[in-house]
């Protein structure tokens, strides 16, 4: 079946401009995160989405950093005024369930660049 | 501050040897460990996982150990081929799913 999408795979902006990342998880699940990837680095959490709960928004690491889920199903990661320091690979990641009784599923990212 | 610390951040093997990672974690809470394999380009993908109800789990040439009481766990890969070169991360959760990673081992086995 078909697994996590994100699009675009590669995005390229100038500095300054707003970017909108989005994912589609896989039908059904239920939880839905973004992480962010630096070059060589780990993965760092920045929102995540359970149901019709509030997302836990804990690790967006600015105001110009905002995601929403529509219809729990798609969500869309928005980064405003983007600066240098925003590069990175962006990865969604749905799980069937909540926590511990279900694995994550990631897509490949998306790869932005900003110039 | 990571909540999961992962050792080391690369290592070198030999095809046939044994790679064994480290994670280290504080809350007690965690109830799932996760291990994630990553290829370039790829997003990571479930590699094995294990709970601390039991102190191992074996699945092909993938071995977790899970010492409950060190609140630490482990990865080997035995018989290490080139095509387990890959980048690992160590995972863990709670019951309300948030799911916190270490920073990642690259693995690299050499012909």
């Known amino acids: 079946g078909a697994g996590v999408s994100q699009s675009p795979s590669n995005k390229v902006t100038e500095k300054g401009k707003d970017v909108e990342l989005r994912c589609d998880p896989i039908s059904g699940h239920t939880a839905l995160y973004w992480y962010r990837q630096s070059l060589g680095q780990g993965l760092e959490f920045l929102i995540y989405f359970q149901g019709n709960s509030a997302p836990d928004k804990s690790g967006l690491p600015s105001d110009r950093f905002s995601a929403e889920r529509t219809g729990g199903s798609v969500s869309t990661l928005t980064i405003q005024r983007t600066q240098q320091e925003d590069s990175a690979v962006y990865l969604c990641?749905?799980?069937?369930?909540?926590?511990?009784?279900?694995?994550?599923?990631f897509g490949n990212g998306t790869r932005l660049t900003v110039t | 501050q990571q909540q999961v610390k992962q050792s080391p951040q690369s290592l070198i093997v030999q095809k046939g040897g044994i790679s064994i990672i480290n994670c280290a974690y504080e809350n007690t809470a965690f109830d799932y460990f996760p291990w994630y394999q990553q290829f370039p380009g790829k997003g990571p993908a479930l590699l094995i996982a294990?709970?601390?109800?039991?102190s191992e789990k074996k699945e092909g040439r993938f071995t977790i150990s899970f010492n409950k009481s060190a609140k630490q766990f482990s990865l080997h890969i035995m018989d290490s081929q080139p095509g387990d070169s890959a980048t690992y991360f160590c995972?863990?959760?709670?019951?309300?799913?948030?799911?916190?990673f270490g920073a990642g081992t690259q693995v690299v086995v050499t012909p």
């Open positions: 995972a863990a959760t709670d019951s309300w799913g948030k799911f916190q």
């Open positions: 990641a749905s799980s069937l369930l909540q926590g511990h009784n279900s694995p994550l599923h």
């Open positions: 294990i709970r601390p109800d039991v």
